[in-house]
């Protein structure tokens, strides 16, 4: 009793060591081994007999690797011995009779050449077969073959012969290819290609040869003479020649590495880099529909140390389920039956995968937006032509793609969603959009939209497939050579209309009834040139009280400025038609008509439709609201055409007036008279704004800068014709300049005698219209 009791306190004693030592080695284990393999260390892990990896050393450092079943039967010739044949199983193999022979055991099966006992069965009737016949060429290395279930002729209890179906595969009775796998069916048997491989279909039924898979010549523009192209062309030429497949997930970690690694460095290709990211793009494309082929059934994924990310999902060809297929910056859902399309795969398998890529966007940073489909659209909604677009990336570059190649119009759309960069509020004239790239047949390519949309929540509909990415356009809808004629115009037009208002409020031997309107007429200019040049854009693309407010000023600046513009025909017309038949308005007159009547213009048409006041793009009035631009431009017109009589019988009037006060005036001198006279007349009374009436088409280059230049200028023009042109002006001018210099004042008389001098001395003014 006490030796059992000594021994017993050793075994208590040593059990608990041994499960510290166990958990020890446990604690030491990579935790991530993959299947089919186990641990080595805690950062490798090493395959199980029968399973390999891609590592030349056999050791599995990297989670993203795996261990693939060794297919002994096409490695090793005859290991099954004669009248056998060699069966591949996960992990290992096993042996079988052919038909018309069994083991002398009875076994069904024999693990080596050693074991075989096969010989010819006494009630089969069978003529022995070599086993030569039967084995898989192994010039190449195809994908292992199914496992097949032999049937045989047996005898029943009662002794008689039940039928049963010959398996013209195993039995070698098959006219199968050496390049295809034979399938046994109920009384006859197929001849298929292995996944990837393509069939080349022969005269003879059953007679389907093989060819190996087909990937697409890697030769990134060789007009490019990049060393970095040749370079990449070489490796990945490489990789797909020796493609073995049993180690498919190797050669696609290895072809996206090598990608990445070609975009990350400095490429030498000049302006041609649309025409290699289409190149690489499609190749890509073809490779992994290609490789994905010998994957086996079920989600496959891989993400590269570039962030590079690769999802598949390789099922049945002939499931009609909605699929979805994802990785962390990209998601997918399909239905299936999309995937095969017309021509059916050989293996009855359908792929559909993700490649989202960060680095390709390099290559295509200063691509356009083709607007094709969208530009009448958009030119209703800026009321102007887009001049240009600016794009910026949201999300990467997604290529999509299935065994289906024809995906130009899908039979039911594809949804997707990209995960995007952080998107602040869309500013005027931006929008979020779900863009393809879209190639040319010159090899470069452009950014379109045309059959796909985006809704509100970020998810991306499309009838077609190729890549895609999620973008933010910028719309520029002004010419900037437009643009800046503008505002260095507008600035120089307030510095001369100041300049006049200053003049004709301080000046004081030009005082008149005719100053007085100029005097208004270069006010309202003044105010609605201020207006249009701070306000009249609208930045946050919403129509809002701000927005309106600033429309109905500018309508009612321009339209007074108009009015006043019709006084100064007016006033024309009594200085020198009606000369000694009254003197005009009075000022009360003509304030009333000034301001009075643009500002019941404004209010009637405020009443009628407020929500003409303002639009997306500038806080003016809203051409697309119909009619209501006449609030503006019917006066306007019905302005101008008067003014312009006015103008016709001003001239009529001023050259019978010379003809009479000097029949001998030389006609150089009368001709310099009347230029300056009529050019005064058609700027001051605003002419220049019939070109707008004549601007229907914003396409008219010419005639936008022919408008824009003259009505920018018109404070330039009024200050020259009424100020500088005017000699009591300019005396008024030198003797400013003279106190302001210190200097005395002569005053300037004509020395000239006569009657008829002094006349045309007195006369000056009128001739030139001041």
């Known amino acids: 009793m006490r030796g059992v009791s000594c021994h017993l306190l050793l075994v208590l004693c040593f059990v608990p060591n041994l499960s510290g030592v166990g958990t020890q080695k446990a604690s030491g284990c990579a935790r991530w081994c993959p299947p089919n393999s186990e641990c080595e260390s805690n950062r490798s892990c090493k395959c199980k007999p029968g399973f390999n990896s891609s590592s030349p050393d056999g050791l599995i450092t990297n989670p993203a690797q795996s261990c693939e079943d060794i297919n002994e039967c096409i490695q090793t010739d005859n290991l099954c011995g004669p009248y056998a044949m060699c069966m591949n199983s996960e992990g290992s193999y096993y042996c079988v009779c052919n038909l018309g022979y ?3 055991s009875g076994a069904e099966s024999f693990t080596n050449k ?4 096969c010989q010819a069965s006494v009630d089969t009737g069978m003529i022995p077969v070599p086993s030569s016949i039967h084995t898989v060429p192994t010039a190449r290395k195809l994908p292992e073959q199914p496992t097949t279930v032999h049937p045989r002729t047996q005898l029943g209890d009662s002794g008689e012969r039940t039928p049963k179906d010959v398996d013209e595969c195993s039995s070698g009775q098959h006219q199968c290819h050496s390049s295809a796998i034979c399938k046994n069916i109920p009384g006859s048997y197929k001849c298929r290609c292995p996944p990837g491989w393509i069939a080349i279909p022969r005269d003879k039924p059953n007679n389907t040869v093989c ?11 060789p007009t490019a003479h990049s060393q970095a192209l040749l370079s990449f062309s070489v490796e990945v030429q490489n990789l797909l020649r020796d493609f073995n497949p049993a180690t498919v997930n190797y050669t696609i970690q290895k072809l996206i590495e090598a990608v990445d690694k070609l975009l990350e460095m400095p490429m030498d290709i000049g302006t041609q880099t649309q025409q290699v990211a289409t190149q690489l793009l499609s190749n890509l494309e073809q490779s992994l529909r290609t490789l994905a082929q010998f994957l086996p059934k079920g989600p496959f ?33 399909l239905d299936w039956a999309v995937t095969a399309g017309a021509k059916s795969s050989e293996n009855g398998y359908s792929v559909a995968g993700i490649l989202s890529s960060p680095n390709i966007q390099k290559l295509l940073a200063n691509t356009s937006l083709n607007l094709e489909q969208k530009r009448d659209t958009l030119e209703d909604l800026y009321g102007s032509p887009v001049q240009s677009v600016t794009l910026t990336f949201l999300s990467n570059i997604n290529a999509i793609f299935l065994t289906n190649t024809d995906t130009e119009k899908l039979a039911s759309d594809v949804t997707f969603k990209f995960n995007l960069t952080s998107v602040k509020s869309l500013k005027a004239r931006e929008e979020l959009m779900c863009a393809y790239w879209k190639s040319h047949d010159n090899g470069s390519g452009s950014w379109a939209t045309d059959g796909c949309s985006m809704n509100d929540t970020g998810f991306c509909h499309c009838n077609h497939l190729t890549s895609f990415a999620v973008l933010m356009a910028q719309y520029h ?21 100041l300049l006049c208002i200053l003049t004709f409020l301080l000046v004081k031997p030009i005082q008149s009834s005719r100053t007085m309107v100029h005097l208004h007429l270069c006010i309202c200019l003044f105010l609605g040139s201020v207006i ?6 609208n930045e946050g693309g919403e129509v809002g009280l701000r927005c309106r407010l600033v429309a109905m000023l500018l309508h009612f600046c321009f339209l007074a400025a108009f009015c006043w513009m019709a006084l100064e025909g007016v006033e024309l017309y009594f200085l020198v038609v009606r000369v000694f038949q009254g003197q005009g308005l009075s000022t009360w007159h003509r304030c009333l008509v000034g301001y009075g009547v643009p500002l019941l213009i404004v209010a009637i048409s405020a009443a009628a439709r407020m929500d003409g006041y303002g639009h997306a793009t500038y806080c003016w009035l809203d051409f697309r609201k119909q009619g209501f631009l006449w609030s503006f431009s019917g006066p306007v017109a019905f302005i101008i055409f008067c003014n312009a009589a006015i103008f016709v019988i001003t001239v009529w009037k001023l050259t019978k007036k010379f003809s009479e006060i000097n029949p001998n005036m030389k006609k150089l001198r009368k001709a310099r008279v009347l230029t300056i006279t009529a050019i005064a007349q058609l700027l001051v009374l605003g002419c220049t704004w019939g070109f707008g009436l004549f601007l229907f088409n914003p396409h008219s280059t010419w005639l936008s800068y022919i408008f824009t230049l ?5 404070g330039l023009f009024l200050y020259v014709t009424l100020c500088l042109l005017n000699k009591k002006v300019r005396e008024e001018y030198w003797k400013w300049a003279c106190m302001v210099t210190g200097n005395k004042y002569t005053e ?14 007195t006369l000056r003014p009128s001739e030139s219209g001041m």
């Open 477 to 497: 809808v002004q010419d900037p050579r437009l643009e800046l004629i503008t505002k260095v115009g507008l600035l120089l037009s307030l510095v001369c209309l």
């Open 114 to 117: 050693s074991e075989n006992t």
């Open 748 to 761: 300037f008389t004509s020395s000239t005698t006569g009657t008829g001098t002094s006349q045309t001395r």
């Open 532 to 537: 249009f040049l701070v306000g009249v854009e």
């Open 211 to 221: 060819q190996e898979p087909h990937f697409p010549t890697w030769t990134l523009l």
């Open 301 to 333: 994924t891989y993400k590269s140390p570039s962030n590079t990310e690769l999802a598949l999902m390789v099922k049945e060809q002939d499931n009609k389920d909605v699929t979805t297929v994802h990785h962390s910056q990209a998601w997918m859902q």
């Open 102 to 104: 069994k083991l002398l």
């Open 710 to 714: 003259l009505n920018c200028l018109q």
